[in-house]
């Protein structure tokens, strides 16, 4: 049984009288000790997925259908007490800019203290100790607990908010851009931590990014999303050796190799759809080089893709030679 | 702690200069306002002899730096002038009014405060609910009622009408005692009070305190807490408030600075014997040492509330420590 097991979430937020489907049938699975990379452009919905597992959407969000599964247990079934125990516990989320993440009123170790003592019987002073030493094991010195958040430097902060998280023990952490405010060194310093982390605790790992290499780089699967859906799915080595999706190779092609500059043989013109008012057919069709009429009329249903394990692609095309041609120019021009 | 300390310290000592420039400036204020103090001080009456012997008297013939330092020596002193309208130190005039006045304000401000601030507090707990919405349109409704006219029509219908309460003024005649004068001022201090609390402090810090949660409740932070599995009641106790509460006491700060000089108009409309009146009667009677000493006491309030203030900010928010 897989850890994770997310079968048609739907989230819509608000507005006024219309509805933003920030998240739109979205499934994917994710094993103990996995890591899936959740890739896309930004506004895409990546961040709504991660909230939405917590149950922490903002007021306006809500959670219009679809299944998640932790360990077998429903989350989306259970009262507010019990999904309270969950989170942080068995499921924590490293947000996205951590420069806001943590209370400016409270010293840092007082707020994971609190946090500690929340889920654990432990006393003060036990409370105090570990999380001295798990500041310790993310590269900050003990005494940074004593500090207050804007005392300390950015990445220190994310390296706080990490602290927090792994103190929890979770079996699945949620990191959502954890690299991006940071410089290349600092980047690679995050990842390694992230990695060494998730072999020791055995922990699975949800890498939201924008970043392909950054995806490339420490994932086992990838879900690629563009306007609120999973376009495709499969192995870090089916997703980048064989894209079976426009909006994917669009995606890999752009990104600029780190030996050359970027190739804009497959630059993406146009805008992401406007999501309060998603398109009838596949999301991708105003900007794809390869839509025709029927791509305009009909939403395309997941395809698998043979010979792929894991693989899936929504596009009426992908078993096609034309979409498997697309990716080959775009590789032949990277190379 | 250190840095709360120094802090308070360096803060302090910032009001020396400030109230320097404010003596300064109360003394120049008055110099270049219009009539001639010598001829008020010296009657209307007075042949121009009178009013000449009345100048060198008064010393307002000297230069005025002359004049500058002999009126801060004599501050030193304690001597803040006489005043020939009520035939008494401009001081004793001020002990007499000022404590009125901070009854008035500090109590209506203490309970508005209170009141205003829970309200608010409850109205951001059910954000975009009816309850919401009732108490925000509520308090906007009073807030834009002028407090004279809401002032006068509690006179009107509690006091000439119902009889209920006393229409104007401070004690009544007959309360000798203690006691008796302590429960006749407050109830000569319900209706000014209530006016206040209703149409002015309630409104404004329950909008405030509202926002200011509303706005808490949005940030990142909670959301950490709330998906580090705090409970909800302590998220919003213990980390939303205490980050909320801080404009709270700014605003508190702000309003208490008028405290003082802020509600001229209730004191006016229900005869209450404070500052407010004080000061409304000496600018007619061209009184300049009391108005100088109104000024005086004003600015010194002011500068001591916003230290308060500011220490109490500080102490709530370690990030102004530093700034
Ligand atoms: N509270 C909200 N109310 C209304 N719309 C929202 C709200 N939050 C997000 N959205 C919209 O929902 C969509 C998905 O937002 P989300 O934050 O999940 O994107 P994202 O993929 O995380 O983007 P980024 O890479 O920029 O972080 C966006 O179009 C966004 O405008
Ligand atoms: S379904 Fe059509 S529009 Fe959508 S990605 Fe495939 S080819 Fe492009
Ligand atoms: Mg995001």
Known sequence: MPLLEVRDLTVHYRLGP?????????????????????VGESGCGKTTVGYALLRVLPENGVIAGGQVHLDGSDLLALDAEAMRRVRWRRLSMIFQGAMNALNPVLRVGDLLEEILQTHEPVSREEARARVAEQFEQVGLPRARTHSYPHEMSGGQRQ?????????????????????????????DQILVQLQEIQKRLGLALILISHDMSVIAETCDHVAVMYGGRIVEYGTVDEIFARPRHPYTIAMLSSFPSLYGPARELLALPGVPPDLTAPPVGCAFAPRCPLAEERCHAEAPAPLTLDGDETHWSRCHFAREVKVSALAREAAGAES | MHGLHWYILRRAAQLVPVVLVV????????????????????GYWATKEQVETTRQRWGLDRPLHEQLTSYLGNLLRGDLGFSNHFHRPVLDVLMMRVPNTLLLVLTSMLLGMTVGTVLGVFAASRYGRTTDLVLSVTSLSFYSIPVFWFGLLLVLVFALNLKWFPFAGFVGIGAQGGLARAASVAWHMVLPSVTLMLCLYIPVFLRIARASVVEVMHEDYITTVRAAGIPERLVFLRHALRNAIVPVV?????????????????????SWPGMGTLMYNAII???????????????????????IADILTAVLDPRVRYA
């Open chain 1, 159 to 187: 390296r706080a908010v990490k602290a927090k998280s792994h103190l929890g023990r979770p079996d699945l952490i949620i990191a959502d851009e954890p690299t991006t405010a940071f410089d290349v060194i600092l980047q």
């Open chain 2, 23 to 42: 003596l300064v400036l109360n003394f120049v204020i008055v110099k270049v306002s219009p009539g001639d103090p010598a001829l008020t001080l010296a």
């Open chain 1, 18 to 38: 219309a509805r933003v489907h920030a998240a739109d049938r979205v499934s994917f699975t994710l094993d103990r000790g996995q890591t899936l990379g959740l």
């Open chain 2, 285 to 307: 009677q061209r009184d300049y040492p009391v108005l100088m000493g109104a000024f005086l006491i004003a600015a010194v309030w002011v500068v001591l509330v916003f230290l």
């Open chain 2, 250 to 270: 700014q605003m508190a700060g702000l309003w208490m600075s008028h405290a003082l000089t802020g509600v001229v108009l209730t004191e006016t409309v229900f």
